[in-house]
T-cell receptor, first 113, second 114 residues
């Protein structure tokens, strides 16, 4: 299974962009990059996912490098409610063998007022 | 967005008893559901994959006779913790996978075994 590496913690000022990096140098060609976040004592929340193109939705943007060995999740205007643990996960789609989401330790993002 | 519910949200039971936790996908059908466990200050650990109409697939080290999983319909999976012990106290979270390969997670069930 492809593994990911994330910094254990990051701080961000409220209203500024939060850029969360993730390394996944062993990612396979059919594996997607997923981002989830978990606010304390809640279930994880889906944020975004992508294969090789950059993606954007109402929550965030996902920038994947051309060699797909790393990616960055961007929260354009962080708020206090974005304080959470952010997980970067690589997984294949349902047609692939590694369709399970395996959670690492993630990055604790703290948004400060 | 898609919603996954869990019931109960928290439960306290005595050692030796069994507890059933329900996971429902409210507005979509899920042929595959997953069960996770999370201990304090740790990440989620996948316990098993639940497939509608077939037996669950358990991760290494998870006792299938202790954690019974039933996926009787496309919107419901249940996890039964049998003969619970205090070390089974944990946060149990389910997720459901939609046809677009996104997984949606339930709010979790806090189990305390006394």
């Amino acid at each position: 299974d492809a593994k990911t590496t994330q910094p254990p913690s990051m701080d961000c000022a409220e209203g500024r962009a939060a850029n969360l990096p993730c390394n996944h140098s062993t990612i396979s060609g059919n594996e997607y990059v997923y981002w989830y976040r978990q606010i304390h004592s809640q279930g994880p929340q889906y944020i975004i996912h992508g294969l090789k193109n950059n993606e954007t939705n109402e929550m965030a943007s996902l920038i994947i490098t051309e060699d797909r060995k790393s990616s960055t999740l961007i929260l354009p205007h962080a708020t206090l409610r974005d304080t959470a643990v952010y997980y970067c996960i690589v997984s294949s789609g349902s047609g692939g063998s590694n369709y399970k989401l395996t959670f690492g330790k993630g990055t604790l993002l703290t948004v400060n007022p | 967005g898609a919603v996954v519910s869990q019931h109960p949200s928290w439960v306290i039971c005595k050692s030796g008893t069994s507890v059933k936790i329900e996971c429902r996908s409210l507005d979509f059908q899920a042929t595959t559901m997953f069960w996770y466990r999370q201990f304090p200050k740790q990440s989620l650990m996948l316990m098993a994959t639940s497939n509608e109409g077939s037996k669950a697939t358990y991760e290494q080290g998870v006792e299938k006779d202790k954690f019974l999983i039933n996926h009787a319909s496309l919107t419901l999976s249940t996890l039964t913790v049998t003969s619970a012990h205090p070390e089974d106290s944990s946060f149990y979270i389910c997720s459901a996978r939609d046809l677009g390969d996104k997984q949606y997670f339930g709010p979790g069930t806090r189990l305390t075994v006394t």
